[in-house]
Nanobody
């Protein structure tokens, strides 16, 4: 059974930091590109950051560039998102997701597995 379990969400003030983690089990982690998505109330889900199978390639949404850092540890089957200089507009439920890919690339589409989500709230 494949499981993606997020942790690390919470309430933080404007300008603060949070670190999200995603622990993956039930699949061969290095076969999957990974991504962090978010969805705010009334808005569509968007890819915030993505990372390729080896971690060599990454992608960031323009609005988080320079503030968020995605990483993965293939030995521990984990992915992380370090979020600094948080803003109220970063408030959302954050989801980790896994996409099976042969190439060492980031993908925006076709994610196969999803976590249950973790709430991030940034107060002004």
């Amino acid at each position: 059974q494949v499981q993606l379990v997020e942790s690390g969400g919470g309430l933080v003030q404007d300008g603060g930091s949070l670190s999200l983690s995603c622990l993956v089990s039930g699949l061969t982690f290095i076969d999957y590109a990974m991504g962090w998505f978010r969805q705010a109330p009334g808005k569509e889900r968007e890819l915030v950051a993505g990372i390729s199978r080896t971690g060599r390639n990454t992608y960031y949404l323009d609005s988080v560039k320079g503030r968020f850092t995605i990483s993965r540890d293939n030995a521990k089957n984990t992915m992380s998102l370090q979020m600094n200089s948080l803003k109220p507009e970063d408030t959302a439920v954050y989801y980790c997701a896994a996409a099976y890919l042969v190439a060492d690339q980031v993908t925006v589409y076709d994610y196969d597995y999803w976590g249950q989500g973790t709430q991030v709230t940034v107060s002004s």
